[in-house]
């Protein structure tokens, strides 16, 4: 589909469908929020004209008060405010939903990255047989995570879900109905929500979005791929979860929570199976095999409601072989695709549904090693050296129980002790690996290791992959020594033949990032995945690279599919693992048409790489020196902008940063550590990212790189910039996600900020370094506007945008009352969070 039509699409599906049916929305009957539709209007015109001519939000405000209210006292007002952010949240959320009941039809089964287009290219360039040997050995995994970046209720997940449908029907009295329900459904959670809600939340989208997506998608791989001598593999496509699993910095992870999580999966994937069997049996309902299948449905029913009983996925395919064998015999195969259709899901979902990592962080392990040794090993702890609590971990025969310890060291022991028993319900994929977050010596895969028998197990009784994850600047410095040291290690290389010699890896673009700023912590993943893949060959180790990403450019999101497709032959490509969270579950996983659409765009990625020849995948070494010359000066600047003074001052009373931990968003702390003083090093990457992405600044995207940019330019070097983007498809992603952040800044917004006493010579640093950096990479890209070449996404931003400006010029209004200690400060604080909400959805990956 050309630009023109997707964009005339778009004016027709999304523009036009917003407007009517916001008209309608406007017409509701809210409690409390009449008139709201009627002074939106005013509010955004004085919002954008005001910050134009270098208004401040409090000026805005209260123009918008004098000309278009006649309220007088400070709680009229912000009884008003409270309203039109609830109004604004619930436009969001209808936008949300026309946006993505268009998806379809914005997005072609023969666009770029479609298994279509990759099968009639392969086709086209006689490389079908080689595309199927890739499939062979390469698989995607889409990792769910619970990063408090998903504002939503379940509640009003679920009428998104409706209204979706509705709005793809065209259906006005049912839209109706949903809008009047949206108007009275609590956008707020009244508590926290605890790790299991997370999990919950998630398993939602597990049964009613991906069961059906990835069946799908599979019987799509086989009808386009499958051949009589190739079938395309059921792991394929898999399933990663970490709510209820992931204990990196959150208490209130225990053992028994992963527990009863692990249990959730279980028994959800068994009511997908019981549904759908259901649905199966009113068409086999031949003699042999409707008995065969009602059996099945019973023991699905017990394994569901009785305590005592369960079924393991081979005792549930050994049934559908039955019936397939007798379907084939006495019934000339009839509906015999629809029997292969929910076998292929059985072998893909098991009995676990998606896998649930275990992750806890390094610095903790080694508290409760410590621990441990000084109460176990006779030894004084104190003296000891590195090398000499791993000899005694590696070869004490002591055995802890749980219950000889207290607080994180007990539950810990618990949990590892647990894990047999979960492995035996959901099957060994269900839970298969341990993740150390803040990784950067042998020593934090070791105490994991050692953990395992310290817990009892026997060294080949522990199926578990052990995955370091470096994330900061010295943990992938540290990675490639780490890596050989371990597979020199005999007893680490015994386990690792074990597990069929592959390694997984893991890589925090999030932290890293805020650690190193965008281009150098992107140039240092890529060189460190190089350095990976070479000692991982050297010692004949399979490695898996598993990419903590999120949703924005600066932590790792943007073009995924094109940031994949362009990593060239020196990087492992074994399999795709990468994060999703929050607003990118419902907003790139949300639906069937969008889910499947991004999970095609994910395995093309992969095989495309491997497969068809492009020079521009593979740097040259004059482009290595150039990136990394890049790199370090845009290190150099953003090195000088985190050691400013100002930095985290600023971050403290000038964004919400501090409110974030306030919201019940989420089970987990914003940053880790204990204590009030916030230290720039303890600082989450989601409120990080997210406190610039609500400032309308997104720092973290691009700071440093206009800097290195017109340091090349001035020494008259520019050519060489604009030859390495015109030649490397990975320098040309970075450029281009860069750009990405850029257009969703609005610096405007912030203006007043340069004639603050305190801060206004940091703010100019700040948007000198945007101004530069949007002025070269036009220049650069040769481009007129920042995402030029993507129109359905910029005009998706704009609209977007427009909705929530009045809510940004609400929440900065409210913050600058805070920081001047006028009026009402519980009042204004609680502004500032629920304009949070509204502001983090509308971008959808801000954080």
């Known amino acids: 589909m050309r630009y023109e039509e997707k964009t005339e699409k778009f004016r027709q599906l999304v523009q036009n ?83 993505d009941a268009a998806f379809a039809e914005l997005h072609s089964e023969s666009d770029a990255g479609t298994l279509l287009q990759l099968h009639e290219r392969a086709s086209q360039e ?39 449908s509705a709005i793809m029907k065209d259906s006005v009295s049912e839209i109706d109905m949903l809008l009047q329900q949206l108007g ?28 059906d997506t990835i069946g799908e998608l599979y019987k799509k791989l086989k009808t386009s791929f499958e051949n009589k001598s190739f079938t395309p593999n059921q792991d394929m496509i898999q399933l990663g979860f970490w709510p209820g699993g992931d204990r990196d910095g959150n ?100 009995t676990h549904f998606a896998t649930l990592d275990v992750r806890q962080d390094s610095r903790v392990h080694q508290e409760i090693i410590d621990e441990i040794i000084s109460q176990k090993s006779g030894l004084s702890n104190e003296n000891l050296s590195t090398e000499e609590k791993l000899k005694w971990l590696l070869e004490t025969d002591v055995i802890l129980k749980p219950e000889e310890f207290d607080g994180i060291t007990k539950d810990t022991l618990e949990n590892i002790h647990n894990i047999k028993e979960i492995q035996k319900r959901n099957g060994e994929r269900g839970m298969s690996r341990y993740i150390i977050s803040n990784s950067d010596h ?41 890596m050989r040291r371990l597979y020199e290690l005999p007893v680490y290389r015994k386990h690792l033949d074990r597990r069929g010699k592959e390694q997984t890896i893991m890589l925090g673009f999030s932290d890293g990032t805020k650690d190193g700023g965008y281009l150098k912590a992107n140039w240092e993943i890529y060189e460190t995945k190089e350095q990976l893949t070479k000692v991982s060959e050297d010692y004949d180790v399979k490695v898996v690279f598993f990419d903590g990403r999120g ?38 996983f949300g639906n069937k048409d969008q889910a499947k659409y991004n999970f095609e765009q994910l395995l093309t990625a992969g095989i495309e790489n491997d497969v068809f020849k492009n020079s521009k995948k593979d740097l040259s070494e004059k482009e290595r020196k150039l990136i990394e010359e890049l ?44 204590g009030n003083k916030i230290r720039f090093e303890d600082l989450r990457a989601i409120p990080f990212v997210g406190s610039w992405s609500q400032l ?65 010579e940091f703010w100019t640093i700040l948007f000198e370094e945007f101004e530069l950096s949007k002025a070269l990479m036009l220049e650069l890209t040769g481009f007129k506007m920042l995402m030029e070449e993507e129109p359905l996404s910029r005009k998706s931003v704009k609209i977007r945008e427009k909705i929530v400006l009045p809510l940004l010029s609400i929440q900065q209004y409210a913050l600058m009352k805070i920081q001047k200690e006028e009026g009402n400060r519980d009042a204004y604080e609680k502004l500032v969070m629920r304009s949070l909400f509204g502001n983090i959805n509308a971008s959808r990956n801000s954080a």
């Open 17 to 99: 469908k917003f407007q009517i049916y916001n008209s309608l929305f406007m017409s509701l009957p809210y409690d409390k929020m009449s008139n709201i539709g009627m002074l939106l209007p005013f509010l955004y015109e004085e919002s954008k004209t005001g910050y134009e001519k270098g208004q401040n939000p409090e000026e805005i405000m209260e123009a918008f008060f004098q000309k278009h209210t006649e309220l007088r006292t400070e709680e009229q007002k912000t009884e008003l405010l409270f309203k039109i952010i609830q109004y604004i949240e619930r436009q969001v959320v209808l936008f949300d939903s026309i946006e």
């Open 126 to 164: 006689h490389l079908l047989d080689k595309t199927r040997e890739k499939m062979k050995d390469f698989a995607i995994k889409v990792v769910f995570t619970a990063h408090p970046t998903q504002f939503y209720p379940n509640a009003v997940q679920r009428i998104l879900h409706d209204l979706r």
């Open 184 to 211: 009275k459904t609590p956008f707020v959670n009244k508590e926290k929500p605890t790790p299991l809600d997370e999990a919950m939340s998630i398993i939602f989208y597990l049964r009613y979005v991906y069961y």
């Open 251 to 350: 208490p209130f992870v225990t053992a028994d929570i992963t527990k009863k999580v692990a249990a959730e999966l279980h028994f959800s994937i068994l009511k997908s199976y019981y549904e759908h069997l259901k649905n199966l049996r009113r068409r086999l309902s031949f003699r042999g095999v409707s008995e065969i299948l009602e059996a099945l449905s019973h023991q699905l029913y017990d394994s569901i409601f009785k305590e005592d009983y369960t079924i393991t996925s081979d005792q549930i395919l050994e049934h559908l072989s039955k019936a397939e064998n007798i379907i084939t015999r006495d019934h000339n195969g009839l509906f015999l695709n629809l029997l292969e259709d929910f076998k292929d899901r059985v072998k893909i979902f098991g």
């Open 442 to 482: 042998i020593k934090d895969v070791l105490n994991v290791f050692a953990l395992f028998r310290l817990c009892g197990y026997k060294e080949e009784e522990i199926r578990m992959d052990i995955v370091p994850l470096f994330e900061t600047m010295e943990g992938l410095n540290a990675g490639e020594n780490v």
């Open 551 to 588: 949703g924005p450019p600066a932590r790792g999101g943007g073009k995924t599919h094109d940031f994949y497709a362009s990593q060239g032959k020196t990087i492992a490509n074994n399999k795709i693992e990468i994060t999703i969270q929050g607003q990118t579950i419902t907003s790139v």
């Open 631 to 674: 790199a370090d000066i845009s290190f150099i600047k953003y090195s000088d902008l985190k050691a400013h003074p100002m930095f985290v001052p600023y971050l403290q009373e000038m964004s919400t940063l501090e409110y974030y931990g306030k919201t019940n968003i989420g089970s987990r702390p914003t940053k880790r550590g204990a």
């Open 696 to 760: 309308k600044q997104n720092v973290p995207g691009f700071f440093g790189f206009g800097f290195a940019l017109n340091s090349l330019k001035k020494d008259g070097r520019f050519e060489e910039v604009a030859a390495l983007y015109k030649g490397s498809d990975f320098f040309k992603t970075l450029v281009l996600n860069s750009m990405m952040s850029m257009n969703k800044s609005y610096f405007p917004l912030t203006y007043y900020m340069k004639k603050n006493e305190k801060f206004g």
